[in-house]
């Protein structure tokens, strides 16, 4: 699996909107961008999956340019309980995973 | 029930001692992870069952580690003769057939393991 590069860690304000890049130069042409969002004393949570261009949900948005060797998580408006680590990680489109986590970005969000 | 349940949520061991820890899947999660996760680190893969099969594990880090699931639900890892590098938090996930393509797997809380 390919591996990914992400910042260590951002800061923001309420209100903003944060966009976290990462990038994944040998992701294969099956393999699909996975995020999760990680709270202390919880387990990682799935927010958003996506191949190419563009994929939204009610908690984010992922960008996917054509080559695919990178991707933006963007999640509007953030509130101080955005306050997590986002894990970025390639996975195969189908079969068993083996999820492989690197350190993740440390986002705080700030009043 | 609802999500992924783990038991203890916090287990205190001296080293040396054997612990379990006990992970409930979600009802109908065919595949069950465990994963690892030392403190400022990303979780490591552990171990996977599909169903009771255990198909990999390759992430156990010695033969101390042990994993199983008897019946394709609950699972227990158990970690002999525990050593002070073995503190860290143990994550379950579990996921249904074809789910983790499209929802991602669903994680517990964790047990955090402190060996003293």
């Known amino acids: 699996l390919a591996k990914t590069t992400q910042p260590i860690s951002m800061d923001s304000y309420e209100g903003q909107e944060v966009n976290i890049t990462c990038s994944h130069n040998?992701?294969?042409?099956?393999?699909?961008i996975t995020w999760y969002q990680q709270f202390p004393s919880q387990g990682p949570r799935f927010i958003i999956q996506?191949?190419?261009t563009k994929v939204t949900n009610e908690v984010a948005s992922l960008f996917i340019p054509a080559d695919r060797k990178s991707s933006t998580l963007s999640l509007p408006r953030v509130s101080l309980s955005d306050t997590a680590v986002y894990y970025c990680l390639v996975r195969r489109s189908t079969g068993f995973q083996k999820l492989v986590f690197g350190t993740g970005t440390r986002l705080l969000v700030s009043p | 029930g609802a999500g992924v349940s783990q038991s203890p949520r916090y287990k205190v061991a001296k080293r040396g001692q054997d612990v379990a820890l006990r992970c409930d899947p979600i009802?109908?999660?065919?595949?069950l992870f465990w994963y690892q996760q030392a403190l400022g680190q990303g979780p490591e893969f552990l171990t996977y069952?599909?169903?009771?099969?255990?198909?990999?594990k390759s992430g156990l880090p010695s033969d101390r580690f042990f994993a199983e699931r008897p019946e394709g639900s609950v699972s227990t890892l158990k970690i002999q003769r525990t050593q002070q590098e073995d503190s860290a938090v143990y994550l379950c996930?579990?996921?249904?057939?074809?789910?983790?393509?499209?929802?991602?797997?669903?994680f517990g809380s964790g047990t955090r393991l402190t060996v003293v």
């Open positions: 069952f599909q169903n009771e099969a255990q198909l990999d």
């Open positions: 996930a579990s996921s249904r057939p074809g789910g983790g393509e499209v929802v991602g797997y669903t």
């Open positions: 996506g191949y190419k």
């Open positions: 009802s109908g999660h065919v595949s």
């Open positions: 040998n992701i294969a042409t099956n393999d699909y």
